[in-house]
């Protein structure tokens, strides 16, 4: 079975401050990772995703993950917060191979302050 | 181009009140998801289609919720005699391809208050 841990249901900070969400995963087979961002009454929409390709992932927006498997995580992070990047953050993981389904965590909602 | 849409977009339905629920996927996209999002939750998996043959529904959560693709497009997930458990937005996705490596496209979901 494959799960994901989100440490922090809400963060806050200041506009221009680093965004960290933190994210660890549990997979018993090698995972391809996601984050997505969710705007209010609107679907998720990739940020970035890891497929084994390279550790430090750079997504839309300027966000940007690292994959450490000896930590088990898939930290999102961003150097300068806008204010449009409020919004709730998705990190979820699934088996690689054929087709299968997404097993998203809690989610994060950021909170971003002038 | 278009993304993925769903309609209706909201549904209020009564105890005990069959509901179907729409989704078009991209056109062209052979695969296709359902998920179920909890208020406060993240989503949670339904059933999976490859073209019009459903491969996973081990996600459904009783006999109650049926999912059907006939003609390998357009999906209907149908709730039979629904109960207040049931209220969440339920969220379709499409990917071009077969494999885990394509990106499940989202639809902005189908919000199910059943009263």
Same mark, same amino acid.
């Given at each position: 079975a494959q799960s994901v841990t989100q440490l922090g249901s809400h963060v806050s900070v200041s506009e221009g401050a680093l965004v960290l969400l933190r994210c660890n995963y549990s997979s018993s087979v090698p995972p391809y990772l996601f984050w997505y961002v969710q705007y209010p009454n609107q679907g998720l929409q990739l940020l970035l995703k890891y497929?084994?390709?390279?550790?430090l992932v750079k997504g839309i927006n300027g966000f940007e993950a690292e994959f450490k498997k000896s930590e088990t995580s898939f930290h999102l992070t961003k150097p300068s917060a806008h204010m449009s990047d409020a919004a709730e953050y998705f990190c979820a993981v699934s088996k690689t191979g054929t087709a299968s389904k997404l097993t998203f965590g809690t989610g994060t909602r950021l909170q971003v302050t002038l | 181009g278009a993304g993925v849409s769903q309609s209706p977009r909201y549904k209020v339905a009564k105890r005990g009140q069959d509901v179907a629920l729409r989704c078009d996927p991209i056109s062209g996209h052979v695969s296709l998801f359902w998920y179920q999002q909890a208020l406060g939750q993240g989503p949670e998996f339904l059933t999976y289609f490859q073209n019009e043959a #459903? =491969? &996973?529904? %081990?996600? =459904?959560? %009783? &006999?109650r919720f049926f999912a059907e693709r006939p003609e390998g497009s357009v999906s209907t997930l149908k709730i039979q005699r $629904? #109960? #207040?458990? &049931? %209220?969440a937005v339920y969220l379709c996705a499409s990917s071009?391809? &077969? $494999? %885990?490596y394509n990106e499940q496209f989202f639809g902005p979901g189908t919000r199910l208050t059943v009263l």
């Open positions: 497929t084994s390709a390279a550790t | #459903q =491969l &996973d529904k %081990s996600g =459904l959560p %009783s &006999d $629904t #109960q #207040q458990e &049931d %209220s071009s391809g &077969d $494999t %885990s």
